[in-house]
C-alpha cells in the first residue's frame, strides 16, 4: 500500500514560491498570516503534522511533541536554535535541522552596521538633526569612538564572528581578539587576524565587544552588571546573537550611568518588546532582529530549511541526508545518511 502523502506545518508567511516546492511531495499547510502562536497553537498545529518549517518564534519542546506522535523532521529558518528543545526531539526520535553558512556574511555586515552606527553615534546624529537643533557646527558636536585602529573583541568566533573579525583586521586595520569554548586552530586565527584571550581579557581590552554566541543556560546573562564593570567606560557592546545573553537592565543602567559609551543591539530578551529602559536612553542604537534581513539571504534560508526537511524525510534528491542536522538523529524515513555533525556554532 502506498504510504499517504506526509503532512507539513508551515508556521509563517515565508517565500511562497520556495515553501511551494515542499507541494511536489507533500501536503502543505501553510500559515498565511504573521502569527504568534501560543505553546498549545503549536502543539495543536504539530498533532497531525509529519514535518515543519518553523523559525525562531516557534518554540518546540516536550510537551508539544507529546502530543504530535507523527512528527518526524522540524527545519527551523535560522542558524540559531534555541527554540528547539534538542534533547527532547533526540528523545522523540525526531530529527532537526538548522541553516548556518548562507546568512553568514549578511548578518556579519549587520554586526558591523550597529558597531559603525553606537560608536559614531550615527542614529543618535540622525535624530538630534531631524529634530532640529543642528543651528550651528561646533567642533564638539557629536564626538565618538574610532573603529579604525581599535581594538576589536569577539565573543563567540563560529563562523559569524569569523566573519565579523575578518572585517575589521583586514577592512578597518583593527587588533582583534576573541574568547570562545575552544580555541581555533593557528592557520584558521591567522586567516581572520585574530587572537585568543580568555574572557576577562576579553572585556577589558576591547574597544568594541560584539556578542556572536549560541544562546543557551549556560551563556545566559554572560554580559551581567560584573562583565560590564570590567569593560572601557569608553567601549561600544553589541549584540546581534540572542537577547538573553546580556541582563539588559544592568546595560541600560551602564549606558545610562556613563560606565559604557555606547550599544548596538538586533535582539532582546522579551522580542518583540523592547524594554523602556533601553528605548528611552539615546546611546543605544536598536534595531528589529534583522540581522539575516536582506532578501536573498532570507530567500537562501527558506529554501535551505526546505531542502534540509525534505531530505530529513527521506523525500527530494537528497533523501536522507538533510544537511544540517542539529539533532543526533540525523535522517528519518527510508534512507538514512550521515549529515555534518552539530555543532551549534552560529
Ligand atoms: C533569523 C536568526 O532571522 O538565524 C538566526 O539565528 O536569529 C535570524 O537570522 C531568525 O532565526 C528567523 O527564524
Redesign the pocket.
Known sequence: MASPRPRIWVSQPLFDDIVDQLAAHCDVDAVREVTVHAPEAVAAALREADGALV???ERIGAAELAQAPKLRAVA?????YNNLDIAALDAAGVIATN?PDV?TET?ADLGFALLMAAARRITESERWLREGRWRQWSFSTMLGADVHGSTLGILGMGRIGQAIARRGHHGFGMEVLYHNRSRLPEDVERGVGASYVEFDALLARSDHLVLVLPYSKDSHHIIDAAALARMKPTATLVNIARGGLVDELALADALAGGRLAAAGLD?YEGEPEVRPELLALRNVVLTP?I???SLATRRA?VQLAVDNLLAALGLGDNAGRPANPVTAKKATGAITGAGKAATGK?
Open positions: 523559525t525562531l518564534n527551523n529558518v535560522g542558524v540559531g541553516t546568512l548578518t535582539v532582529h540581522g539575516s534581513a534560508m552560529r
